[in-house]
């Protein structure tokens, strides 16, 4: 390969340095800034999850209070966005939608696009983290046909997110608390997983000079990928395929069809690159998910029987065993948001709701970092030689 390494899916290319997010793929470690997941899950909301992964360190009570506050400022968007919203098919993806409304931001924030303006690109974070919410329950309503409903800010962030997907404007809305930590929870683990294929094309993207809201946009379409961020939605599907074969009888059968070399079936919410042993996120969001099935009474639904009976059956297999294949986040926060109420098309919209906060840490790190350069791989050519061109008329 020349001057070049070859390594296409950047299996062994680290292609930034980051003191961001650190993973131990062997040990099933992730840690944001330094601290487990585990205690951040335990001991911390979202905000104060955000507010870490952007500037560093843990907030105090006071520098939490100032920061809820200011994203709290900027949940409403732009009632223009509306318009451009409903130009959709009421029945278009949340996660088009949700591409779409992103990118379309550098239209209706034009006085904060300036990437490379710091103070610019703070409020940027700040309107995308607020305004997040607000877009993936506009895209739920208009889905459902039903009112937009506005931010009420008394609400904590989650509990606001909550209120604008199930509320209507006629009923009073109390977000139930199990849900609202089960949900904040899912953000706390999807917030940033470094340079996973969503933030390395945000980093490539912004990498060119670009604004943050199209940067984030790109990050936005690529999670959408069932390989990535998609893996929720498409767990869930495969879920309710199983179930309308036959449920539990036919998992045997679906696991044969995932084993065929000719297939190219694969078990949706299982594996992952850098996870090796087991995805730590993975162990803290079944945790939940007991919480939730229990506290719903779930857990006699036939669907979830359906996918406990598919993990036990999937972890004793030597197919999966041997690939070291563990179910993922997207196994369990998948199982998580059907119980809850998320409808399955909205999934991989609340991930990267999620995920938004890690991509901008990402980008501001980048932009900041004097070694950053354009994005620029090379290519291993394996196209025709030289030719000369032949004229239409003489072409064979
Ligand atoms: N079901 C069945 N077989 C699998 C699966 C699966 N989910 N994942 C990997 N394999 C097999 C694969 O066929 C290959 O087998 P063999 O060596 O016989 O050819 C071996 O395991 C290695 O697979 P790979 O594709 O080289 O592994 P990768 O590290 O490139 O892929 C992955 C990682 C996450 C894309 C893959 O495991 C996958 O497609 N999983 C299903 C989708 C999913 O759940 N994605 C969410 C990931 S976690 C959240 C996120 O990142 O957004």
């Not at 030597?318 to 369990?332: G, W």
């Amino acid at each position: 390969t020349g001057k070049f390494t070859y390594d296409p899916g950047f299996l062994s290319t680290a292609s930034c340095s980051s003191a961001i997010t650190y993973i131990d793929g062997d040990k099933g470690e992730l840690l944001y800034r330094g601290y487990p997941i585990e205690q951040l899950a335990v001991h911390c909301d979202y905000m104060e999850t955000c507010y870490l992964i952007l500037y560093g360190e843990l907030p105090s009570v006071e520098q939490k209070k100032a920061f809820t506050a200011r994203v709290t400022q900027h949940t409403m968007v732009h009632e223009q966005m509306q318009f451009f919203l409903r130009g959709f098919r009421r029945d278009a993806h949340p996660m088009a939608v949700l591409t779409g409304l992103v990118g379309a931001m550098s239209a209706f924030y034009p006085d904060s696009i300036n990437l490379h303006d710091a103070g610019q690109r703070d409020i940027s974070a700040v309107r995308l983290i607020a305004k997040m919410p607000t877009l993936v329950a506009m895209a739920y309503k208009y889905n459902m046909g039903q009112p937009f409903m506005y931010p009420q800010n008394k609400l904590s962030y989650t509990g606001n997110l909550m209120r604008m997907m199930w509320a209507t404007p006629c009923d009073e809305y109390e977000p139930n608390p199990v849900i609202e930590r089960a949900l904040d929870r899912i953000l706390i683990l999807h917030a940033d997983h470094e340079q996973n294929a969503s933030t390395s094309t945000v980093r490539l993207c912004a990498s060119s000079g670009t604004n943050p809201f199209a940067a984030i946009a790109a990050g936005v379409a690529c999670l959408w990928g069932p390989a990535h961020g998609g893996a929720n939605e498409a767990s869930l599907n495969m879920l309710y395929d199983i179930q309308a074969q036959g449920g539990v009888a036919k998992i045997g059968e679906f696991i044969n069809q995932v084993k065929d070399k000719n297939s190219s079936v694969r078990l949706m919410g299982f594996g992952h690159r850098v996870y090796k042993n087991y995805d730590p996120r993975a162990k803290l969001m079944r945790e939940t998910c007991h919480e939730v099935l229990d506290a719903l009474g779930l857990h006699d639904d036939p669907l979830f029987k359906l996918a406990m009976t598919l993990e036990k059956i999937a972890l004793e297999d030597d197919y999966f065993i041997q690939r070291k294949l563990y179910p993922n986040v997207d196994f369990y926060s998948g199982i998580v948001q059907k119980a809850i109420g998320v409808p399955v098309s909205l999934f991989t919209a609340i991930f990267a709701l999620a995920r938004t906060v890690g991509w901008i840490a990402q980008l501001n790190e980048m932009i900041s970092d004097p070694e950053y350069k354009i994005g620029r791989p090379r290519q291993l050519f394996t196209g025709a030689v030289q030719r000369n061109v032949v004229p239409i008329a003489q072409r064979a």
